[in-house]
């Protein structure tokens, strides 16, 4: 909207020039997020507490969590409306791809809303049936898909493997539900591994860095050309995006952050799942979206090794799935199995970019 209102003014003001700049609005977009975070994370928390929306605890879960009945939940509320405001405020709002990562970011979190709803009102775990669940996923998912397939360009169809400069894959109507399958997939996988303080949030903090580069990169005609990777006209309008969200993300954590204060619930989780994996159709990197998002992967890994292994011969695997609850049974103070889940994010983000060059 900024861009809209004052870069126009250019013709009596040269100042206003900066408004074109992708770099600085990003960073003011990241600010404004930030901000939005801390002035509101006090007052969300103070109402949340009041109207006893508090965090319900699995009884099978590790004992040290049941300390954490009654954390005020629903934080991701908090996340969705410090993007949007500033998505809104420095974004350039005719830029298609914008509205697609909106849809995503708010139609996940309306649906995880009501589940953590659900389960305070219940005072149960449990929030939305699962098939319910499932149902909206896919609903939001299609929606999004369709979007994308409709208003497609050259490259929307095809699928990239890292260390290939060709796509290997053209899959055309295809695609729609392969988004599906990969959008439902990426935000369940977000929603299993936000399970101890702050883990989830570090995690998409890494994994938002990496994918900020690469919109940059794709949208930036010499250097894609040079990485030979897809130039993607208008693509680099989602570095505004993606450094709003970076901006909400290290807000939260410093309210999320052990001991947390708040947890963002699914509404958190289900948004920002669907979020990246968005970007990640978008961008042409769904695959490298594996990479990036490993730790978000193995945790996912871990539970369906889990419930096949339990179904097959009624033993289990781990200790508890997701993995860092098998480590959290193992011995490992949680502050210690966040810490160094952040470090493998870390690897993975690297070797995910490294990939780019490797063509």
């Given at each position: 909207?900024?861009?809209?209102?004052?870069?126009?003014?250019?013709?009596?003001?040269?100042?206003?020039?900066?408004?074109?700049?992708?770099?600085?609005?990003?960073?003011?977009?990241?600010?404004?997020?930030?901000?939005?975070?801390?002035?509101?994370?006090?007052?969300?928390?103070?109402?949340?507490?009041?109207?006893?929306?508090?965090?319900?605890?699995?009884?099978?879960?590790?004992?040290?969590?049941?300390?954490?009945?009654?954390?005020?939940?629903?934080?991701?509320?908090?996340?969705?409306?410090?993007?949007?405001?500033?998505?809104?405020?420095?974004?350039?709002?005719?830029?298609?791809?914008?509205?697609?990562?909106?849809?995503?970011?708010?139609?996940?979190?309306?649906?995880?809303?009501?589940?953590?709803?659900?389960?305070?009102t219940r005072k149960s775990s449990e929030g939305l049936r699962s098939s319910f669940k499932l149902w909206g996923q896919l609903l939001i998912s299609t929606v999004i898909m369709v979007v994308l397939?409709?208003?497609?360009?050259?490259?929307?169809?095809?699928?990239?493997?890292?260390?290939?400069?060709?796509?290997?894959?053209?899959?055309?109507?295809?695609?729609?539900?392969?988004?599906?399958?990969?959008?439902?997939?990426?935000?369940?996988?977000?929603?299993?591994?936000?399970?101890?303080?702050?883990?989830?949030?570090?995690?998409?903090?890494?994994?938002?860095?990496?994918?900020?580069?690469?919109?940059?990169?794709?949208?930036?005609?010499?250097?894609?050309?040079?990485?030979?990777?897809?130039?993607?006209?208008?693509?680099?309008?989602?570095?505004?995006?993606?450094?709003?969200?970076?901006?909400?993300?290290?807000?939260?954590?410093?309210?999320?952050?052990?001991?947390?204060?708040?947890?963002?619930?699914?509404?958190?989780?289900?948004?920002?799942?669907?979020?990246?994996?968005?970007?990640?159709?978008?961008?042409?990197?769904?695959?490298?979206?594996?990479?990036?998002?490993?730790?978000?992967?193995?945790?996912?890994?871990?539970?369906?090794?889990?419930?096949?292994?339990?179904?097959?011969?009624?033993?289990?695997?781990?200790?508890?799935?997701?993995?860092?609850?098998?480590?959290?049974?193992?011995?490992?103070?949680?502050?210690?199995?966040?810490?160094?889940?952040?470090?493998?994010?870390?690897?993975?983000?690297?070797?995910?970019?490294?990939?780019?060059?490797?063509?």
């Amino acid at each position: 909207m900024f861009e809209a209102i004052f870069y126009p003014l250019v013709e009596y003001f040269s100042v206003f020039n900066i408004f074109k700049y992708i770099s600085f609005r990003s960073a003011y977009a990241a600010v404004t997020a930030l901000l939005i975070s801390f002035m509101f994370g006090p007052r969300v928390i103070k109402m949340l507490t009041r109207l006893k929306l508090g965090q319900e605890v699995r009884d099978d879960g590790p004992e040290t969590h049941l300390s954490k009945a009654g954390t005020p939940t629903m934080g991701g509320v908090l996340i969705v409306l410090s993007v949007t405001v500033s998505v809104l405020l420095w974004q350039d709002l005719k830029e298609f791809y914008t509205w697609v990562t909106l849809i995503a970011l708010v139609g996940f979190g309306v649906l995880g809303f009501f589940d953590d709803y659900l389960k305070i009102t219940r005072k149960s775990s449990e929030g939305l049936r699962s098939s319910f669940k499932l149902w909206g996923q896919l609903l939001i998912s299609t929606v999004i898909m369709v979007v994308l397939y409709l208003f497609r360009n050259d490259h929307t169809t095809l699928l990239y493997l890292p260390f290939f400069k060709n796509a290997i894959l053209d899959l055309g109507i295809l695609y729609i539900p392969f988004g599906v399958f990969w959008l439902v997939g990426f935000s369940n996988a977000v929603n299993l591994t936000d399970g101890l303080d702050g883990l989830a949030t570090g995690l998409m903090i890494i994994a938002l860095i990496a994918f900020t580069a690469i919109a940059y990169l794709s949208g930036h005609a010499v250097f894609a050309d040079y990485l030979q990777i897809p130039f993607l006209k208008g693509s680099g309008e989602l570095t505004v995006v993606t450094f709003a969200m970076l901006g909400a993300c290290v807000g939260f954590l410093w309210f999320n952050c052990h001991p947390s204060e708040i947890m963002m619930g699914d509404t958190g989780s289900l948004s920002m799942g669907g979020f990246i994996a968005t970007l990640s159709l978008i961008l042409k990197k769904e695959i490298l979206l594996v990479i990036i998002g490993g730790v978000f992967v193995v945790e996912t890994v871990s539970v369906m090794i889990q419930v096949y292994s339990f179904k097959k011969t009624g033993k289990r695997v781990f200790k508890m799935a997701p993995l860092h609850h098998h480590f959290e049974l193992s011995g490992w103070a949680e502050s210690k199995v966040v810490a160094r889940f952040w470090i493998l994010g870390g690897l993975f983000a690297i070797l995910g970019l490294s990939t780019l060059k490797l063509q």
